[in-house]
């Protein structure tokens, strides 16, 4: 069964830099498009970053253009959001989502992300 | 950008049907999905394609769509289906790949009664 595991969350001081990655097992990896979508505290889904399948697509939200970067690595199986002058309104919960054709699945746990000085 | 708008909360008692309701201009030439998603966890794909449902996933899940509504009906609502709900499409521009953009309604809260 197809398992989505995210890591790389924690608090950052707004301005700083954050990697996230996410390791998937139980599937071809390298079949798959991979997809980043936040939440905010009590708020609800926000899609954020796409990467197709050989990495040579990649799409992104207007409210993280320029300052998040997804890309992978098909040998490690792994997905990852580079973010970098983050700001209070990042804070949320990271989920990476395998593509379906347009639809979302599997979901990662979600790694939480505090921006806070 | 495209917009879809969900009811922020829908009441059914036990045994009934639930009906959460996704509204977007021309849903209907758009496939639709469904999350679920309880407290503290992630989302779930509950319904794919507009009435599709991924393994695993309960018959009682099944979608429609008429006019510029896509609806997510919930058969016999019980007491484990109390969760956020969300609908998605993908909006996309035929002659621009690079405005592929993945769209959520703004999610329901299924209460049961």
């Known amino acids: 069964q197809a398992q989505l595991v995210e890591s790389g969350g924690g608090v950052v001081q707004p301005g700083g830099p954050l990697r996230l990655s996410c390791v998937a097992s139980?599937?071809?990896?390298?079949?798959?498009?991979m997809h980043w979508v936040r939440q905010a505290p009590g708020k609800g889904l926000e899609w954020v970053a796409f990467?197709?399948?050989?990495?040579?697509?990649?799409n992104y939200a207007d409210s993280v253009k320029g300052r998040f970067t997804i890309a992978r690595d098909n040998s490690k199986n792994t997905v990852s959001l580079q973010i970098n002058n983050l700001r209070v309104e990042d804070t949320a919960v990271y989920y990476c989502?395998?593509?379906?054709?347009?639809?979302?699945?599997?979901w990662g746990q979600g790694t939480l992300v505090t921006v806070s000085s | 950008s495209y917009v879809l708008t969900q009811p922020p909360s829908v009441s059914v008692a036990p045994g009934q049907a639930a009906r959460i309701t996704c509204d977007g201009n021309?849903?209907?030439?758009?496939?639709v999905h469904w999350y679920q998603q309880k407290p503290g966890q992630a989302p779930v794909l509950v319904v794919f394609?507009?009435?599709d449902r991924p393994s695993g996933i309960r018959e009682r899940f099944s979608g429609s769509r008429s006019g510029n509504t896509a609806t997510l009906i919930i058969s016999a609502v019980e007491a484990g289906d109390e969760a956020d709900y969300y609908c998605?499409?993908?909006?996309?521009?035929?002659?621009?790949?690079?405005?592929?953009?993945?769209?959520f309604g703004g999610g329901s809260k299924l209460t049961v009664l």
């Open positions: 989502a395998a593509a379906g054709k347009d639809w979302f699945d599997p």
């Open positions: 139980g599937m071809t990896f390298s079949n798959f498009g």
């Open positions: 394609d507009g009435g």
């Open positions: 998605q499409v993908w909006d996309n521009q035929v002659w621009d790949d690079n405005s592929d953009l993945w769209v």
């Open positions: 990467i197709r399948y050989d990495g040579k697509k990649k």
């Open positions: 021309d849903i209907g030439s758009k496939s």
